[in-house]
C-alpha cells in the first residue's frame, strides 16, 4: 500500500467517524500521537501493520457466524468461512501444524478452548459428550452440576507465576484456577533457569494430567523436547502457551527442541505480541484433538469476530514473508543489546540476559520497587511494566521487576545502538530515583522521589532517539 493510501484511508475513517462521535475520533488520533511520542518497552505489545489495523474495521463485523467453517450455525457465511479458512491456512503453513482454530478472541480464551478439548479428549464425562451434542444455552443446571462432578479435580503442573508463568496456567484469579487443581514449577532459585530434574520430579510426584509450558515474564528459552519427555514419563498432555513468543517460532529463531509445535500436543497463542497481529487468539494442534478445539464457540467462546480473522489472516501473510524472519532476528539482538547495556551500567537482571525477546531487571539493586520504578520511568517517557521476579519480597501487586521486551522498538526500526542508548537512559532514571517515605516515617512501597528536571530531559532524549523511528510513516493525519 502506497503512504499515500495509508493516510487517505485512516483519515477518512476519522473524518466519518467524527461525523458521529468527535470524541472517539479525537482518541484515536491522540492514541496514535501518544503511540509515536513514547519509548514502548511493553514485551507484550507492538505495532501492527495499516493492512492489518485496517482489516479489522469493515462490515465483516456485522455477522454472526457460529460455528465452523462451512458449518455455520447462521446463514451467509461465506465470506466469513473465506477469511477463517485463510487465517488457519497461513497459520497451519507458518506454524507447520496440522490443525489451526482460528476463532480464539484472545489468548485467555484459546487457553479455554485448548483446556475443555483436553478435558474432553481425556476424561471419561458422558455429561461433556451430552453438553457438546446440544447448544450450550440448552443445558440446565442439572447438566453442569453432573459435568462437575464427572469432571472432577483434574491436575494441572504449570510455570510458577514469580517464574513468569501465566495466570491462565492453574491460577485462582482465573477459571483455570478453578477447573484445575494446579501444581507448579519454579526456576533454580542460583540460575533463574528452568530446572528439567526438578519438572520431572513435580511430574512424577503429582501426576498431572496437563503439563503446561510457556510464560509471560521468562527471558530464556524452554526445550519443548525435554518438556514432552517428561508430560510422556506420566502420561499428561503436553501444551504450550506460546503468547509471547510465537513471532520469534514464526521468524525460525526458535527451532528444534525450542519450536514447540512438532513437541507439543496442543499449542495455544495469542496473535498480538510477537506475532505482531490483531488482538486475538490461535490454536494449533495435531488431528487428534482437532474436533474437541473446532468446539470452541460456542462452548466457552462468544461469536466470532470475522473481521478479527481477517486480521489475523493479514497479519499471519506478512509473518510468512521472508523479511518477518529478519524482524523476529532482530527482536532477539535487540534485547541482547539492552541486557548487555543494562548489565554493564549495573543493572541486576533475572537469570542474567536473554535469549528472546524480554529482559527482567531486578530494581531492588536501585533500592526500589517495581511500582516505584515502573513509574519513575514513566515519568520519563519510558513505558515499561513491573513484575514480579523469582520468589519476590514485594508480592505481586508492588513486585520487585521491571519487565521490558523489544518487538515494539523493533517493527519501529530501532537497532542495537538504540538499545544501548535505551539502556542509558533507563539506568540514569532508575540510579536517580529514590524510594520516599510516607507521612508517618515508615517505607513506601509505591512512592519515590526523582527530579522533575531529569525526567523532563531523559523524556526529551528518548523523543530524540525516536525521532529517528517514525512510527507509521505513512500515516499523516492532519
Ligand atoms: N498467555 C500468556 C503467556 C500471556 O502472556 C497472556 C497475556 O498476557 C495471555 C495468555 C492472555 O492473553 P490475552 O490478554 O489476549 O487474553
Same mark, same amino acid.
Given at each position: 500500500m502506497s503512504r499515500n493510501a495509508e493516510s487517505t484511508a485512516f483519515r477518512s475513517a476519522l473524518e466519518v467517524i467524527r461525523g458521529v462521535e468527535p470524541r472517539v475520533a479525537d482518541a484515536i488520533g491522540a492514541e496514535l500521537a501518544d503511540q509515536r511520542e513514547s519509548l514502548k518497552l511493553i514485551a507484550s505489545e507492538n505495532y501492527a501493520s495499516p493492512a492489518t489495523l485496517l482489516a479489522m474495521g469493515n462490515w465483516l463485523s456485522d455477522k454472526y457466524a457460529e460455528g465452523t467453517v462451512g458449518r455455520r450455525f447462521y446463514a451467509g457465511c461465506q465470506n466469513v468461512d473465506t477469511v477463517e479458512a485463510l487465517a488457519a491456512e497461513h497459520a497451519r503453513e507458518l506454524f507447520g501444524a496440522a490443525h489451526a482454530y482460528a476463532q480464539p478472541h484472545s489468548g485467555i480464551d484459546a487457553n479455554l478452548v485448548a483446556f475443555w478439548a483436553i478435558l474432553a479428549d481425556r476424561v471419561e464425562a458422558p455429561a461433556l459428550r451430552r453438553a457438546q451434542a446440544r447448544h450450550v444455552n440448552d443445558l440446565t443446571e442439572a447438566d453442569w452440576f453432573t459435568l462437575r462432578r464427572e469432571l472432577g479435580d483434574q491436575r494441572m503442573l504449570g510455570m510458577s507465576l514469580d517464574a513468569g508463568g501465566h495466570l491462565t496456567h492453574g491460577f485462582r484469579p482465573n477459571i483455570s484456577g478453578k477447573m484445575f487443581d494446579q501444581r507448579s514449577y519454579g526456576t533454580d532459585p542460583a540460575t533463574g533457569l528452568v530446572d528439567y530434574d526438578r519438572v520431572a520430579e513435580a511430574a512424577r510426584e503429582f501426576r498431572p494430567l496437563v503439563l503446561v509450558a510457556g510464560y509471560s515474564a521468562y527471558p530464556r528459552k524452554v526445550n519443548f523436547r525435554i518438556m514432552r519427555e517428561i508430560a510422556d514419563s506420566v502420561g499428561a498432555t503436553f501444551m504450550v502457551d506460546m503468547a509471547h513468543f510465537a513471532g520469534l517460532v514464526a521468524g525460525r529463531v526458535f527451532t528444534g527442541d525450542f519450536d514447540p509445535v512438532p513437541h507439543a500436543h496442543i499449542v495455544t497463542t495469542t496473535t498480538h505480541k510477537s506475532l505482531r497481529g490483531p488482538r486475538g487468539g490461535l490454536v494449533l494442534c495435531g488431528p487428534e484433538l482437532a474436533d474437541q478445539v473446532d468446539r470452541g464457540c460456542p462452548m466457552v467462546l462468544g461469536g466470532p469476530l470475522p473481521h478479527v480473522m481477517a486480521a489475523k489472516a493479514v497479519a499471519l501473510a506478512e509473518a510468512r514473508?521472508?523479511?518477518? *524472519? /529478519?524482524y523476529a532476528r532482530r527482536i532477539v539482538d535487540n534485547a541482547q543489546a539492552l541486557a548487555e547495556g543494562l548489565l554493564?551500567?549495573? *543493572?541486576? !537482571?533475572?537469570?542474567?540476559? #536473554?535469549?528472546?525477546?524480554?529482559?527482567?531487571?531486578?530494581?531492588?539493586?536501585?533500592? !526500589?520497587?517495581?511500582?516505584?520504578?515502573?513509574?519513575?520511568?514513566? /515519568?520519563?517517557?519510558?513505558?515499561?511494566?513491573?513484575? *514480579?521476579?523469582?520468589?519476590?519480597?514485594?508480592?505481586?501487586?508492588?513486585?520487585?521487576?521491571?519487565?521490558?521486551?523489544?518487538?515494539?522498538?523493533?517493527?519501529?526500526?530501532?537497532? #542495537?545502538?538504540?538499545?544501548? #542508548? #535505551?539502556?542509558e537512559l533507563m539506568h540514569t532514571v532508575l540510579s536517580q530515583t529514590s524510594a520516599a517515605a510516607n507521612p508517618d516515617g515508615t517505607a513506601s512501597k509505591a512512592k519515590y522521589a526523582l527530579d522533575p528536571a531529569?525526567?523532563?530531559?531523559?523524556?526529551?532524549? *528518548?523523543?530524540?532517539?525516536l525521532a529517528g523511528f517514525p512510527l507509521y510513516p505513512g500515516v499523516q493525519l492532519g
Open positions: 514473508r521472508p523479511d518477518f *524472519a /529478519d554493564r551500567r549495573g *543493572a541486576s !537482571l533475572v537469570t542474567g540476559g #536473554t535469549d528472546n525477546h524480554l529482559v527482567l531487571i531486578d530494581v531492588t539493586g536501585y533500592g !526500589l520497587t517495581g511500582r516505584q520504578a515502573e513509574q519513575a520511568l514513566l /515519568d520519563s517517557g519510558i513505558v515499561t511494566n513491573r513484575n *514480579a521476579v523469582p520468589q519476590d519480597p514485594n508480592g505481586a501487586w508492588y513486585t520487585s521487576g521491571i519487565r521490558i521486551g523489544t518487538p515494539a522498538l523493533t517493527t519501529r526500526g530501532l537497532g #542495537t545502538a538504540e538499545m544501548d #542508548t #535505551t539502556a531529569l525526567a523532563d530531559k531523559v523524556g526529551r532524549q *528518548a523523543g530524540e532517539l
